[in-house]
Nanobody, 121 residues
Framework: QLRLVESGGGLVQTGGSLRLPCVTSGFSLDDYNIGWFRQYPGQVREAVSCLSSNGGSVDSVTGRFTISRDYAKNTVYLQMHSLKPEDTALYFC?????????????????WGQGTQVTVSS
């Protein structure tokens, strides 16, 4: 079964850190890119980071967020540091095919259910 399941969200103070796992099943991380997105209430999802099948990455939140993967656990992680109140959002991971990362949500076909991150000021 093709699935992506996010977790790790929660309430954190400004300046804190969180690590969000995206556990995948039913496909290989060697064959697909994995992207992280976030969504503010009433707005469209925006790209945060992407890890391509060949190991390259693209980040829209440079310097604070990093993406990595653990093949043994079929998991892609979004590590977030120095969190700010404006990082408060629902975070999703998703899968895309094709060569290299895309920050276009239309390129992603399978999505997780999301995990809420709330940063208090």
């Amino acid at each position: 079964q093709l699935r992506l399941v996010e977790s790790g969200g929660g309430l954190v103070q400004t300046g804190g850190s969180l690590r969000l796992p995206c556990v995948t099943s039913g496909f290989s991380l060697d064959d697909y890119n994995i992207g992280w997105f976030r969504q503010y209430p009433g707005q469209v999802r925006e790209a945060v980071s992407c890890l391509s099948s060949n190991g390259g990455s693209v980040d829209s939140v440079t310097g604070r967020f990093t993406i990595s993967r653990d093949y043994a656990k079929n998991t892609v992680y979004l590590q977030m540091h120095s969190l700010k109140p404006e990082d408060t959002a629902l975070y999703f991971c998703a899968r895309s095919s094709g060569h290299g990362c895309s920050m276009d949500i239309a390129e992603y076909d399978i999505w997780g259910q999301g995990t809420q991150v709330t940063v208090s000021s």
